[in-house]
């Protein structure tokens, strides 16, 4: 694998692969999901690539009624609204993502703490091609 | 622990005024920003020359989207005359004028200038609210806007954080809803003059006109649980949970404390004045708490060396009635957890022992982004001098209040403490 920078276009290259993938600072040791360009608990530059498991817990979501046009683009309005969240990752961090296998028409039913798992939404082609993270209910149906 | 900060000299307010906020067809910025500048010139108590004014200080966080007219700095000078003195626009988002003021005390405890206006603008319903919403969210943090949240979605998910850690449900952000359309029919200046059980009969009247079935809603909350009265927009995030499109303007007139009573005998000065930075979701250290908010008010409350108890009331930055519960607890005027049940109880309300948003909030007064940090510093001096008519706070030896202004989803967050001498 060629090296790439440490960086947020980097870090959709990867997710465009399937991988969800960090950094962490060979000098002390502090990880970051999404990558920074170098260590700011003790700047170092001397950082190394790390793909996570992609599971975790849901920490904070909504369902989201009034979309963006590029939500909007792909069919979501009003009656039929789409789930976002925050995960809690199990090496630890969070990853802002979204939520898909959930209803979003019942947010009272989606709970937090929820264990999830990794999933990558592809949409577009060619030049507009883009991959968006997202997360699913792990395992056994919970709730 | 902070480094205890301090001012070079004193700086006192010697004047302040606002425009009337709402959506304005037949107003711009231009004529928005001159109404609240008259209102200033009459406020000062012994008059003012405004060719003595030295430089203006502008927030404005993005009127280039809104209106497609960018560089409002010498474009409002030149409205006020001031020209050709130095203009500088300052960008927080919704706290762009918060940091407006705080530049503007900065140069003159400087010793650089004896008198500045500090002020923001904002032109927002010229656009469709589809697009206002696309406005906004440029001011979330880009890791989130492109996993589909929206702005009322980000402040949505704090609130389920919220939620789980302390217990809180949905009917509580009701409270804070209920409490500021409370005060809202007591301030001229609000874009919705009117109570919930206001809406309601309004929205009651309206069916009988029509001939549609009457909605029979048994108080407040039932009409706020009610969907078709209060739609999600990102739940738990309802309609009457989320502030409304504005257009507006408000200054302060910032003075040297050694010559302020050349202009008037009733002073208010800046106590103490705090700014914080946040992180995006992934980084933040709890998803319900802002970090910026704490670092503001520990640096506004280490300068002025007063405590939380000490605040006697203040205005708290509500774009969504989350963030004024959150808000409430990271400034230290209720406990971690505390905060929505003193919300429940009263304790928030204008005759309230620590009466939060007696303008009626963004949510009622109405939110220009821009021009909002400067209206809730506007609305503390209106308090503390004693001019605030029917919402005066009901408190004997009215000395202290506060201000706290939100940028982004936490991203610039003020906290700035005035007080009567």
Not at chain 1, 2 to 18: C, G, K, Q, V
Not at chain 1, 36 to 51: G, H, I, T
Not at chain 2, 185 to 192: E, I, V
Not at chain 2, 339 to 352: F, I, M, N, Q
Request: glycine share 10%; with cysteine; charged share 25%.
């Amino acid at each position: 694998m060629r090296e790439r920078p440490f960086s947020d276009i980097s870090y959709n290259e990867h997710l465009h692969e399937e991988k969800l993938m960090g950094v962490r600072c060979r000098q002390c040791g502090a990880a970051f999901v999404p990558p920074r360009p170098f260590c700011v608990a003790c700047y170092s530059s001397d950082l190394e690539w790390v793909e996570m498991k992609g599971r975790g817990k849901l920490a904070a979501f909504t369902c989201v009624n009034i979309p963006p046009p590029f939500m909007m683009a792909e069919g979501y309005d009003r009656k039929r609204p789409y789930c976002s969240g925050v995960v809690e990752l199990e090496e630890g961090g969070r990853v802002a993502a979204r939520i898909e296998g959930v209803d979003a028409r019942k947010p009272e039913k989606i709970r937090i703490g929820m264990p999830l798992k990794v999933t990558f939404i592809h949409r577009g082609e060619g030049p507009d091609a883009r991959t968006y993270l997202a997360f699913e209910p792990a395992g056994d149906k919970e709730s | 622990m902070q480094k205890r900060r301090k001012l070079g000299r004193g700086v006192a307010i010697a004047g302040a005024g606002m425009s009337k906020f709402g959506m304005f067809k037949d107003r711009d910025s231009k004529d928005l920003f001159a109404e609240a500048f008259k209102e200033m010139l009459s406020s000062v108590d012994k008059g003012v020359d405004p060719k003595e004014i030295d430089a203006l200080y502008l927030g404005n966080f993005s009127n280039d989207f809104f209106v497609h007219q960018a560089h409002w700095g010498p474009i409002i000078s030149d409205v006020i005359g001031l020209y050709p003195k130095p203009a500088t626009r300052t960008e927080g988002a919704c706290a762009s004028s918060a940091l407006a003021f705080r530049e503007g005390v900065f140069a003159i405890a400087s010793g650089f200038y004896d008198m500045v206006l500090v002020g923001g603008v904002e032109e927002m319903s010229k656009r469709t609210t589809e697009e206002v919403a696309e406005g906004l969210a440029l001011a979330t943090a880009p890791y989130e806007s492109r996993v589909g949240f929206t702005f009322p979605g980000a402040f949505a998910a704090v609130a389920t954080a919220y939620f789980a850690k302390h217990g809180a449900t949905r009917e509580h952000l009701m409270n804070v809803t209920i409490k500021s359309h409370n005060n809202a029919p007591l301030n001229p200046k609000a874009q919705f003059p009117m109570t919930i059980r206001d809406m309601m009969n309004m929205k009651i009247e309206s069916a009988k006109k029509k001939g549609i079935p009457v909605p029979a809603w048994e108080d407040e909350k039932a009409f706020l649980r009610d969907p078709a009265a209060n739609p999600s927009v990102a739940w738990p995030m309802h309609l009457y949970d989320c502030c409304p499109i504005s257009d507006g303007a408000s200054c302060i007139l910032l003075v040297a404390e050694e010559i302020v009573r050349n202009f008037t005998d009733d002073p208010i000065y800046v106590a103490g004045i705090g700014q914080g930075s946040g992180r995006s979701f992934h980084d933040c250290e709890d998803l319900s708490s802002f970090e910026a908010t704490k670092y503001a008010a520990q640096e506004a409350y280490g300068m002025s060396g007063l405590k939380p108890k000490d605040i006697q009331f203040s205005e708290v930055h509500d774009c969504f009635s989350i963030a004024e519960l959150v808000h409430i607890e990271d400034l230290d005027f209720f406990r971690p957890g505390e905060g929505y049940k003193a919300v429940a109880e009263g304790a928030t309300r204008l005759d309230g022992p620590m009466p939060i948003n007696t303008s009626g909030g963004l949510k009622c007064k109405g939110h220009p982004v821009g021009a909002t940090g400067t209206s809730q510093l506007y609305e503390v001096w209106t308090q503390l001098r004693g001019k605030a008519g029917k919402r005066q706070v009901p408190k004997k030896n009215l000395r202290i209040g506060a201000a706290h202004n939100l940028g982004g989803v936490g991203g610039t967050c003020t906290f700035t403490i005035l007080e009567r001498r």
